[in-house]
């Protein structure tokens, strides 16, 4: 099964790929506003509020291969926008045999559509779109993580991830866009998840602005087995709940 060949999927992703292309020379002009002294100002989702800033095609079809290859059941987004990238991931967890995308936007009415181009492209049952702040909406995703894509404000990936680590499921996989192009505001970020003494095992690749692509390894080894076609969690899992710290505690 392969959703990225549905025909709604096909003609919704074409579309907004369109629409995204022809923002372009739009958007080198306005680029530059949202910019200070190598960092992005405090406005720029605002300023940005009519753009895409899409994922390429080709890192969707990467997140939809991570998504089936991890076999991911709960997906975590740091910056929706239109929601393009959604359709990719959920179209992973269609073909998984379903899950949730919990995704996040700052800006109210891009949120809005995001759900809307979701439905158009058939996705709506698995997505939960949060409008707000991140650094808020995304501090309980509702349940044990397999795979994260930072794609949101810049210079917040580092505060995101941290606030997600103890959500994430043994071998879960963090993508983040823009490592190389994002300027100083990624700098922190990529540093800290290249070092192996938090957690993770970390590779740039080379895909649009720098695609980082990170698993986290320190989990307490309470990884999910497979049964039966679905995801089923160890049953010290079940005992306490979905929080990997709940789990720590009880091991210490
Ligand atoms: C690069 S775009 C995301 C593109 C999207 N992943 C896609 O492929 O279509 C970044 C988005 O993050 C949103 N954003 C910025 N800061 C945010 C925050 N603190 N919380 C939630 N969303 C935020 C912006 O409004 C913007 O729409």
């Keep these: 099964m392969n959703s990225l060949a549905d025909p709604n999927v096909v003609k919704v992703l074409d579309r907004l790929h369109r629409e995204a292309e022809a923002q372009t020379p739009e958007l080198r002009k306005r680029m530059a506003a949202t910019r200070e002294g190598g960092q992005m100002t405090e406005d720029w989702p605002e300023q940005m509020r009519d753009f895409y800033l899409p994922v390429s095609r080709e890192q969707g079809r990467f997140l939809y291969q991570t998504v089936r290859a991890v076999r991911a059941e709960r997906v975590v987004e740091f910056g929706t926008s239109f929601g393009v990238s959604s359709i990719y991931l959920t179209a992973g967890l269609r073909d998984n045999g379903g899950g949730i995308l919990v995704g996040s936007e700052l800006v109210e009415d891009k949120a809005v559509t995001a759900r809307q181009n ?10 939960e779109i949060r409008s707000g702040d991140a650094r808020e909406t995304l501090a309980d995703p509702g349940g044990l993580v397999d795979v994260v894509l930072l794609d949101g404000g810049p210079g917040m990936y580092l505060e995101i991830v941290e606030l997600l680590v103890p959500h994430l499921r043994d071998g879960a996989v963090v993508v983040a866009d823009n490592i190389e192009s994002g300027g100083e505001d990624e700098q922190p970020y990529a540093k800290w998840i290249r070092d192996p003494a938090h957690g993770f095992v970390s590779s740039s690749i080379v895909m649009k602005g720098g695609t980082e692509y990170s698993v986290w390894v320190s989990g307490t080894g309470v990884s999910g087995t497979k049964v ?6 160890s049953p010290l899992h079940a005992v306490v709940g979905d929080n990997r710290l709940d789990i720590a505690r009880r091991l210490l």
Excluded at 118 to 126: I, N, P, V
């Design 118 to 127: 979701l439905a158009a492209a058939g996705l709506a049952e698995y997505t």
């Design 228 to 233: 039966s076609g679905t995801m089923q969690h």
